[in-house]
């Protein structure tokens, strides 16, 4: 068997980095050589993850203590927040110019550098780099990501909703004023930093909308439909917090153009994913539910007829920390080194 | 201090029955005689729902072994099923012509025999009582039912949806074929029957929608919003199941007609609902989580502008036991007995 | 109708706070007057629980702000953090003198000055207060709470586990060594202040123990078995954290002296409670769930014979925000004020 | 690579088949050729289980249908229900005697036929195979299981129980007759078919204990406990059910005996467990989560000192469909058709 590539994941204490351990631990073709944790550096992977503890991993380690020029790593993912994202990633491809990045934040996925400074406020910190960024929609963009030394791993709310807009929009199969995504996600999506908002108490037994009207998530949504549709879309896209660990889980409305309707719709998603790994499309008028797709890499679409005329109602799930995070890195990973593409992310979802 | 009124309650053994007997238990004014439960009669209130266990309540007995014109009620609660509902209830008003009856079924809820015939299937079995029950929406049709015999009690979604479109479309403020509804509801409103597709395991730690394109209540929201625009309104709808217990929260994406913005919607929903009890609308720009309304009898209702320029999104949510079902129907109880209307069901909310 | 009493909450912004408010709302002796909450003085306490938004309610202030000598209030309810509460209640009670206090921490549960120096590593603050303290757990002080000016309000663990074993140790009727307490409280119980361990995702679909055989509540029943008992007594307790917002359940193991049966343990404990309002003694056999409390100020306790020759299992479960702390205080404050001692908290339970 | 053995499941329409069909999806050794279920006899696994919807499986058929003696089957995990699965078992074996069998049912769990007819009431219908079955505890009885053709799965409360005590029963380093098992379950351990008590709204938000004093899974423990203490051992053992879906946690009160203390017991349990995979021991005084094991085969173990002088306190716990059923029984496959006994039941568990 081929020697087994080194791989680095940077921001290894959140739920992200603890998906990517998940996943990578069981990749045959991967070794995982570095873990990094500010805050937690020193201690093991067990001790932040006590799932982890029977595993050999590397103890948790500073960005700052590691020497990029002869690290020898082959792939880092990048799990950091916003913005130090862009400092970090411009010092380790300056120092390691042949390690390949998958950066799971949003820094690197507008490419728009005006786009980028009008929604985040100010200039882009790696400017060279947002250039060569490619956007890791593996499903849309595979060509480009194999050829790739930098991906931006899309964001899960925007996956979600993507993979069914997108063959739509391309189709001029809807009108593109019309949509609304109406978004709910689990917990694990809002991170594991300690907020009020987010205890227990406070999300168990409920159910609520946030950021309603401006959430960051527009921008790549805005820029991919845009892509898509050959003009400007802007949609209506409103989350919401489901009292549940895992799970993207969209209901979006639309309306078909010169009388396309609900069955015409699915015919253009089903001809398109037919030969997808990670995208099913279920059989006419049935609905996916977000746990058939739990801890697994697939994404669930669903179309029906809506009893408006004219109009049809798409469902689109998938697990927001694995094909909505993590997974897709793995699956940008597998395109960039040259491996199969369901390589380590083919396991079937965990249900119940 | 007035003697207190006679209660019955069929049904007893469902959730609404649990939540009527809540609430009823510390009502100032009335007193509960009846308790039914056919397949529980003979057992206690409390081996069916132990928290009642130290109360002093009527033993559960068999509708049939209740002599009507003897019993002596004010006023009796239904609960039972679709179907049942309207044979009881015409051998209740028969015998006992001069008790109240609020039923909190669907059948006596559309007021045209032919859309009862459509949507069900058959004629109604009690077409002389369907025309004499008043729509118990109290905030709509207050003063009909202070007259009334005989209330319909609205359902939960419905209420949700009705309380904030209602006002808009008598104010042919909103586009009346562009409406989506985006419905979530806890799992109590699919009653206390086992089925497989709410045990918890099927339940919890996901997210689903159901009945897509086709649920029955759009009848009800048929019958109530046309009325309001004095034209056939047909709204897109989509229930979903939330992993909680109580509420419904419902997301609606309008546009405005004539330019009306999403401040003027608001506006016209503040205004009417100013001094309400049950109904309370946030600040502009702020949205209700279900949470907060939990086991009262409230329903919050927030407005904010979407994305989409001309179009806004309205939330509102209220707990599907209280105001969705049993509390409506004691503030239905109070209008119709002559009570202040909050009387028994002014406890604010528990949260968490 | 007599004038209603004056009543201030320090520390509001917390779950126990909000809990008093939602149960003081709607008692019909008091009024709340005062509301202090440090870091979110300014706000209305709409701004901090949203279910309180309609009501008509003070602001928060913060406690440096209150002139306790005019502000005339007659029991102030203190849900302050450890430490704290020590200082300002000596404040408190020396420029008010008359007001009356139930403390819901911790710093004056403890009698003995030397245990308290042991178990929190310090010299108590306030130490003449701490000697006129009464422990306020109602069913066994009642006489002396009447009186008392201040009244420290028992915890959540311990108020579940002393009601069914202080009779049982006063009646020397279980062996003392061999007592065994597997207590599960919900989320609650941990508080509002943001921590990893209590965020959502930490939390649910998952089980857990915490402070395993060092958990500070052992003094307070090492304090309370002691004198029940007649002698020293140290129990094994191991407290559990449940998905679940409200309850405390405590599954207690325990062996009779002198060959009690489970039977006569039962009879004990049935005798006992035959008359108290807040504690329901289940027929023998039969067992509790922590649900059918939740919400109310009830404790329900069930016996039953275990399997080992000789031993029982005794289960006690109550709301760890009511009976296990809010709802005893207003208990606490019911006595304490003169009234009916189930006045404003005599609402059942709300399952589901 | 060696051609894939053949394999059938009995039951493939609860929890534990759809369990074996996710970990046997992925197993490198072994095809799914069998999956029965009587009721969903026709439909595809897909229409059972959404999430396997895009694999490859056969059809599911009744158990009626199959004939055994052309199947070819190599071996069959059976996880139908109590008392059918000796009738089934029997027919099987007689037709296909080279075929080998996990039972995932308690059927043959139980060696001796008398206590068999004591706990279930009846003679054993296949009095020849209980005397052929071996008890599937791989741990302990690994040898046997290699050359069985008949293994016991055990069950997912006594699994959990037996790793931390059978190994303290055999070095007589614990009292037996002062163990006290204070055991926790998610959920799925009760099964798929509708029933009241396992709705989502019976049992979220609440906790409760059943079948105190008298719960089935006793015949197994004792069994086995007599077996390593020599002497007959009867322990006290409460289960509960959590809400959440999958985890048994058990707190498990022990004495030592001649002086043992804690970290002797803990001693003892490090060093058998040192090189078992599936079995890891934390560091002493650190407790594990369910939480930290969930859809993994692993069971982790934690002791403590106890407050009470000479006690000590056991925390075991593992995933009641994984460890606790199907990945046993893979385990138990693994083992007895000459597999690494880690093949396709390695991976790590899924937190958050």
């Known amino acids: 068997m081929a020697e087994k590539k080194k791989i680095g994941i940077l921001g290894a204490s959140g739920y992200t980095g603890a998906e990517l351990v998940r996943l990578l631990l069981r990749h045959p073709r991967v070794q995982i050589e570095l873990l990094t944790a500010d805050r937690r550096a020193g201690q093991a992977m067990g001790d932040v993850f006590p799932q982890f503890a029977p595993y050999d991993l590397p103890r948790l380690v500073t960005i700052e203590s590691v020497d990029w020029a002869t690290a020898g790593l082959d792939l880092v993912f990048c799990a950091l927040p916003h913005a130090t994202t862009q400092t970090v990633l411009k010092d380790v491809l300056t120092k390691a110019p042949a390690t390949k990045v998958v950066d799971l934040s949003a820094d690197f996925r507008l490419q728009d550098p005006a786009a980028y400074a009008k929604w985040y406020g100010h200039e882009h910190h790696a400017l060279e780099l947002q250039k060569e960024a490619v956007y890791g929609l593996v499903e849309m963009y595979r060509r480009d990501i194999r050829k790739a030394r930098l991906v931006a791993n899309p964001g899960c709310y925007t996956t979600c909703a993507q993979l069914p807009l997108i063959p739509l929009l391309k189709a001029k199969a809807i009108k593109s004023d019309e949509i609304?995504?109406?978004?709910?996600?689990?917990?694990?999506?809002?991170?594991?930093?300690?907020?009020?908002?987010?205890?227990?108490?406070?999300?168990?037994e409920?159910?609520?909308?946030?950021?309603v009207g401006h959430h960051r998530h527009m921008?790549?949504?805005?820029?991919?439909?845009?892509?898509?549709?050959?003009?400007?879309?802007?949609?209506?896209?409103?989350?919401?917090?489901?009292?549940?660990?895992?799970?993207?889980?969209?209901?979006i409305y639309v309306r078909g153009r010169r009388d396309k309707n609900a069955q015409e719709l699915y015919a253009i998603l089903s001809r398109q994913y037919e030969k997808e790994p990670f995208v099913y499309v279920l059989p006419f008028g049935r609905m996916p539910q977000s746990r058939h797709v739990r801890g697994s890499n697939m994404t669930f679409i669903g179309v029906a007829n809506d009893r408006q005329p004219g109009r049809a109602i798409i469902i689109s799930t998938l697990d927001n920390l694995t094909k909505g995070a993590s997974g897709q890195a793995v699956q940008n990973m597998n395109a960039m080194l040259g491996f199969a593409e369901t390589t380590g992310i083919d396991q079937p979802a965990m249900f119940p």
């Open 180 to 204: 609304v995504i109406d978004a709910k996600s689990g917990v694990t999506g809002a991170g594991r930093s300690p907020r009020e908002d987010i205890l227990f108490s406070e999300v168990s």
């Open 219 to 251: 921008a790549e949504l805005d820029q991919e439909f845009s892509k898509a549709a050959g003009k400007e879309v802007v949609v209506s896209f409103t989350p919401h917090l489901v009292p549940m660990n895992r799970g993207i889980f969209s209901t």
């Open 206 to 211: 409920g159910f609520h909308a946030y950021g």
